[in-house]
């Protein structure tokens, strides 16, 4: 069954979408999205992505032509449409069609694109073995050059630190910032625990602020537990009893082995594990309070 999109403001079929050679975001890559794990027909913290989507959109200098309410119409239409209860929400916005040239004067009207897709096969092995990783040589963007809360479409070098890592067989690569802290994974915050305290990079070593690490740093603060937001080396996160990822799409990943070596006893840790399953309540209360108040 194709699926349906909403594009620029109308439904129409994924194969009907058609984008302008001459559209700034195909050209120079400019525009920013928003990716958002759809559960049993609710789209998980959808307001907080779209708090981030508007205020990078606003940073980019790019007028959005849709409320928010509009975006989560649209949304809701593509999950009954396209028959999918569980998916992956896309929010897409581009510069739009212009003459060739990064004056943003050039294009006049910004394109939109809405996707809610099937979610990809997940091996279910990672959440109960973890997997590894190791630190690649592409460091993170420095917020001098691309604000990091802004979630753009310029991710050549996120791009390519995924397939350094996948090149070498680890499931991810850990980047780093310019001065040399641990910065994100490729599309992933990274979370480390250390004698039961939790840690994770802090936003200005140029990290986006993501919307599953605020649910974790919330799940922790529920239990009296403070995730310390701190700079981190790569020894430190060597050392970590425990370790893993977090996304919206892959939730909670467990890694147990870095560059080789293995995280702690190199098997999902009991902390990681309460974490997981705190995260899974916390989206079924979600999607419960949500399915009755929409």
């Known amino acids: 069954m194709e699926l ?42 959808f307001d907080e992505h779209m708090d981030r989507f508007y205020a990078g959109a606003q940073a980019l200098r790019i007028e ?127 979370f480390v625990i250390q004698n039961d305290e939790v840690a994770t990079p802090a936003l200005a070593t140029g990290i986006l602020r993501g919307i599953t690490r605020g649910v974790v740093i919330d799940i922790a603060a529920a239990y009296g537990i403070t995730v310390e937001e701190k700079f981190m080396f790569p020894q430190d996160l060597c050392e970590s009893s425990e370790c893993f990822m977090t996304n919206s799409v892959s939730e909670i990943v467990p890694v147990v082995a870095c560059d080789g070596a293995p995280v702690g006893s190199g098997k999902v840790g009991l902390i990681t594990l309460n974490f997981v399953k705190e995260f899974r309540r916390v989206v079924n209360e979600y999607v419960r309070f949500h399915s009755h108040g929409e």
């Open 4 to 45: 349906y999109v909403y594009f620029n403001g109308s439904f129409i079929k994924a194969s009907e979408a058609v984008i302008s050679i001459y559209d700034h975001g195909f050209l120079y890559g400019d525009g920013l999205f928003e990716t958002m794990r759809v559960y049993e027909g609710i789209t998980f913290k």
């Open 64 to 190: 959005v032509p849709l409320v928010r309410s509009v975006i989560k119409k649209a949304v809701n239409v593509l999950i009954e449409k396209n028959n999918l209860a569980d998916a992956v929400a896309r929010v897409m916005i581009t510069r739009g069609e212009g003459g060739i040239g990064i004056d943003i004067n050039l294009c006049p009207q910004p394109t939109i694109l809405i996707t809610v897709s099937p979610l990809l096969p997940v091996d279910e092995r990672i959440y109960r073995e973890g997997v590894k990783t190791c630190i690649v040589s592409r460091m993170r963007t420095p917020t001098q050059v691309i604000d990091a809360s802004v979630k753009s479409n310029n991710y050549l070098s996120n791009i390519l630190a995924r397939a350094d890592a996948r090149e070498k067989g680890y499931y991810d690569g850990i980047m780093l910032s310019v001065e040399g802290y641990v910065a994100e994974c490729t599309t992933s915050n990274i």
